[in-house]
């Protein structure tokens, strides 16, 4: 969602504002703008689209100040214009806001009736007009914002600059995550970590209801009621990624080929592979006390739940009921303490997936939660943190970080497994070997990205396709159609192989492309049942299996990928790697921006 970064400085800080804002691209943006102190007066330079524009407008207009602001605006609120770019100012105050206030619509009204004239179409301009109206009632900057903050409704992380205050920011977090950095001389508040790391390695997170007072020397923090407190200076991993390229034409290419090596590293936090066993020192789950589990999440993270749910239920016999995080947190499911509450999140500061996490947290559950930001919120307010060890993920469309979403899932199955004495010691061996083997299996499919080009050379030119599989490749089916969606544009579903012909099988013609995930398992002969009612009308059969499913298949297929062979256990983390190159691929001959796909944003952190 959209990025913050504020400096309180000792030294110029437009430019180090822009790169700042730079490494914050990932999270999904429309216009950018930064807002430093000249001569004591706020002084602004905002752009529509990307950060270059913004560049480009300050080498033309440099802006001076040793204090400053900036952002990166994933439209909400307004269209994406420069008009609506923040920072959003008055005569006293500069703002940026990642974010929704709920109830701006009735603040503004009761604004307008006091002539207040609005510049733009946002709900973050209500809050600058509002800090903006005390101040000139008297009120000192700080006062303004604590009796602003008390108005407003909705999720928000906020950042004030104040005109004639040239050592002073002033932030709030209520709902959007906000980091505090602690500089030599200077002081520094950011969105997340790797915001910050150019600048500092210490941080502290702003709990939420918090706010606070940004000196260059100091940071005061206060809770929601406005009492002062301690937040932990920690030593932050975000400094020790550079965010780049390196020789990858995308960031989502680099971090496909990334995969073979993270999630040989998750793996192996969890599971030992010189014993062939499952590490019991990671989690501090007591799985004699849980009888079921409830698992949420949104997009790419809830389909890894959803085949978290398959392994589970196989192998751990534990049932498990799964929700999309926006329909958990309002179908108020009756839930007792014998279930354990599992949370799936790549950024760990999802807004639907954190609401659902209280609503367990309130019903007295224990709360685990698999994520890659170990600090994030979601983290913090868990009882058990299962870190995915992805580094960062830049591109929009996750790739690494599901496939490691889902080597954390696979350990936790296993776990369950082994502590309920559903699988026995042979069979723990038997995968967590499987899983030892996966590095060598996920270079070799890898090595297939000549043939999957090939087959995208012909899908850039369809308006729609559909995925199909059963079990696992089911999930995996609306993986791969979310994935073609996200960055190509092309219209795709995802279904069961089996509901084909309760009414997708309607759009089938010789132009509709079917790209079939299927694994030669116990589920396969069901599926080329499917496959030749596709045949039998003439559809585009793209056929995604191994040699003994292509030997097997019985059927024309326009094209058919050879996967190497591999346990059914495993399949779900080697069949992700095809269906991500066929969207990258595909996006990439059309043209798109693969990294940053429009309309879209990298954590959301609204509803």
């Known amino acids: 969602m959209c990025g913050i970064i504020g400096i309180v400085g000792n030294q110029p800080v437009a430019m180090r504002l822009v790169d700042a804002l730079k490494r914050l691209e990932y999270r999904g943006y429309d216009s950018a703008g930064i807002a430093t102190l000249v001569d004591n007066q706020i002084a602004r330079s905002r752009a529509e689209g990307k950060l270059v524009n913004l560049e480009n407008r300050l080498a033309a207009e440099p802006l001076s100040g040793a204090i400053g602001i900036g952002h990166t605006r994933w439209a909400t609120h307004g269209a994406p214009t420069e008009r609506n770019a923040h920072p959003h100012a008055t005569e006293q105050v500069a703002i940026v806001h990642n974010g929704i206030i709920e109830n701006f619509a009735e603040l503004r009204t009761e604004l307008e009736a006091e002539g207040v004239k609005f510049q733009s179409d946002t709900d973050t301009e209500t809050v600058a007009q509002l800090v903006a109206r005390n101040i000139r009632s008297g009120d000192a900057p700080v006062e303004a914002v604590r009796k602003v903050l008390g108005r407003l409704r909705g999720a928000f992380a906020l950042a004030f600059l104040f005109t004639g205050e040239n050592e002073m920011l002033v932030a709030a977090r209520r709902g959007s995550p906000l980091a505090i950095g602690y500089g030599e001389g200077e002081m520094f508040l950011g969105s997340d970590a790797i915001a910050l790391a150019p600048f500092t390695d210490k941080i502290s997170y702003l709990e939420d209801g918090d706010w606070a007072v940004l000196t260059r020397d100091s940071v005061t923090v206060y809770d929601e009621g406005n009492h002062p407190v301690t937040r932990v200076v920690q030593q932050s991993s975000g400094a020790a990624y550079v965010v780049n390229k390196g020789n990858y034409r995308h960031f989502m290419e ?168 559903t699988i026995t010691p042979a069979e723990e061996k038997e995968l967590v070997d499987q899983l030892g083997n996966l590095s060598g299996v996920l270079h070799e499919a890898l090595k297939l990205a000549p043939k999957v080009e090939a087959i995208c050379r012909d899908l850039m030119n369809v308006k729609d396709v559909l995925y199909l599989g059963r079990g696992t490749s089911y999930p995996l089916a609306l993986e791969g159609a979310l994935k073609l969606k996200e960055i190509s544009y092309i219209h795709a579903e995802g279904y069961a192989a089996g509901e084909l012909k309760h009414g997708p099988i309607a759009l089938i013609d010789e132009t509709m492309p079917v790209i079939v995930i299927a694994p030669f398992d116990r589920l396969y002969e069901k599926t080329v049942s499917n496959m030749q009612e596709v045949a039998a009308r003439g559809g585009r059969i793209i056929l995604i299996t191994d040699k003994e499913g292509a030997k097997h298949a019985n059927v024309d297929a326009h094209s058919v990928l050879i996967m190497p062979d591999v346990p059914e256990f495993i399949s779900p983390l080697v069949y992700a790697l095809p269906i991500q190159m066929l969207a990258y691929y595909t996006a990439v001959f059309m043209g798109t921006d693969v990294d940053q796909p429009r309309n879209l944003a990298k954590s959301v952190t609204v509803e």
């Open 254 to 421: 680099k971090e496909v080929y990334e995969q073979p090596e993270v999630i040989s590293r998750t793996l192996a936090h969890y599971l030992d592979f010189s014993s062939s066993s499952i590490r019991t020192d990671v989690n501090n789950i007591d799985w004699s006390k849980i009888n079921r589990m409830a698992m949420s999440a949104c997009g790419t993270a809830y389909y890894a739940a959803t085949i978290g749910k398959y392994w589970m239920e196989r192998y751990a016999r534990l049932p498990v009921e799964i929700d999309i995080a926006s329909e958990f947190r309002y179908r108020e499911m009756p839930l007792s303490t014998d279930t354990l509450a599992l949370f799936v999140s790549q950024s760990g500061e999802t807004a639907d997936t954190l609401a659902s996490l209280r609503y367990c947290r309130s019903q007295g559950l224990p709360i685990a939660a698999v994520v890659n930001v170990r600090e994030s919120t979601i983290a913090r307010e868990s009882d058990i943190v299962l870190p995915t060890l992805a580094g960062p993920e830049i591109g929009v469309a996750s790739t690494k970080a599901f496939t490691c979403q889902l080597s954390v899932l696979a350990s936790l199955a296993l776990s369950a497994a082994k502590a309920r004495g």
